[in-house]
């Protein structure tokens, strides 16, 4: 294993909200330097080079690609740029960080793993909450075997009122999205309970989407589905931008046959019923970048060969064949397959 610790030259492509919580993360690393950005408007990228101290600037990704002394990039474009800037960074040389969700298709994300590794580079996805400190304790409570055999989970992220816009609305546009509420917030539950399950393959998907409110968004605005995967563990998952209830609800509940316990980006509870009654013991964490740090520190390490990287391109394309399961489950009314039990 390398100890190498000299310079890793970042470059982020895309200077929005996201690139800023990457050069956030990146300013933890040790020997780390963010060497320059990508963004297309002018005004944005200035004021993020400032912000950062960022000494190169460019417009087209592809500049910044071809710039020699960059290691590594932080891809945290609009969904629809996912594969083409992964790829063409990998195809440079570049090892890649790439926001969520891993691309537009499970197809995409599966030529942008392939590609990965036909280059021998790391790719790893931005799914910063398999880093928060509830993520990471209850991951050790699981392993240590204080739920016992977690068998059900149940993953929510619904919200009341709230579509996002993005810039010139592509997160309501399907061609640039690729979907709506399950695509943008569905995937990090998804990814939260799938993750603590210990990344089962997933054998059948039944789901239903919804466009209920098409003068605020032209893609879904709620979906739910339930997912069976090998070794019996199922999965009910609902996420929604607009939906009629009190307020918006966010977590993931896991169900074992010691314990059970829910989690969220700042609280962790562990529950324990028995014939004496039921415990609860919990802990909150009011970090809100640690997810952040984590990511960007799992991928700097996994570069110089001192990790592996947490969400590799394989388990991205998963979550890929997952999302596009419930889409196409509910386009064609009937479950879907996605590998035989074994």
Request: hydrophobic content about 40%; glycine content about 10%.
């Amino acid at each position: 294993m390398s100890t190498t610790r000299k310079l890793l030259r970042i470059g982020i492509v895309g200077a929005g909200w996201p690139a800023e919580r990457h050069a956030d993360g990146y300013r933890d690393c040790e020997n780390v330097a963010v060497v320059a950005v990508a963004d297309l408007d002018e005004t944005r990228r200035e004021r993020f080079a400032r912000q950062y101290g960022v000494p190169r600037q460019y417009g087209e990704y592809n500049e910044l690609l071809a710039d020699p002394e960059i290691d590594a990039v932080s891809i945290t474009l609009p969904n629809f740029l996912h594969r083409p800037a992964t790829v063409a960074a990998l195809e440079a040389h570049k090892h890649v960080l790439c926001e969520k969700p891993p691309a537009m298709t499970q197809s995409e994300a599966r030529q942008m793993a392939e590609v990965a590794s036909r280059r021998g580079l790391v790719l790893t996805y931005a799914l910063q909450r398999r880093f928060t400190a509830p993520m990471v304790e209850l991951r050790a409570a699981i392993e240590a075997g204080r739920l016992g055999d977690v068998y059900h989970a149940r993953a929510v992220w619904t919200r009341a009122w709230g579509v996002p816009k993005g810039l010139d609305g592509w997160f309501t546009d399907p061609a640039r999205a690729g979907g709506g509420a399950l695509i943008d917030i569905g995937v990090h539950v998804l990814d939260m309970a799938w993750y603590q399950l210990g990344c089962p393959q997933p054998l059948t998907v039944s789901g239903q989407v919804h466009h209920r409110f098409p003068d605020l968004t032209r893609t879904e605005d709620a979906a739910f589905a339930f997912i069976r995967f090998a070794g019996g563990a199922s999965l009910e998952l609902a996420a929604s931008w607009v939906l009629a209830q009190e307020a918006d609800h966010m977590g993931v509940s896991f169900y074992g046959t010691r314990a059970g316990a829910r989690v969220d980006d700042t609280n962790l509870e562990l529950y324990t019923v028995g014939a004496e009654g039921r415990t609860r013991t919990g802990r909150t964490s009011s970090d809100a970048l640690a997810g952040f740090r984590g990511e960007t520190k799992n991928f700097v390490a996994a570069v110089r060969g001192e990790a592996e990287p947490s969400a590799p391109g394989d388990q991205g394309a998963v979550l890929m064949a997952m999302l596009e399961a419930v889409y196409d489950s509910s386009t064609h009314g009937t479950e879907v397959t996605l590998a035989a039990p074994r």
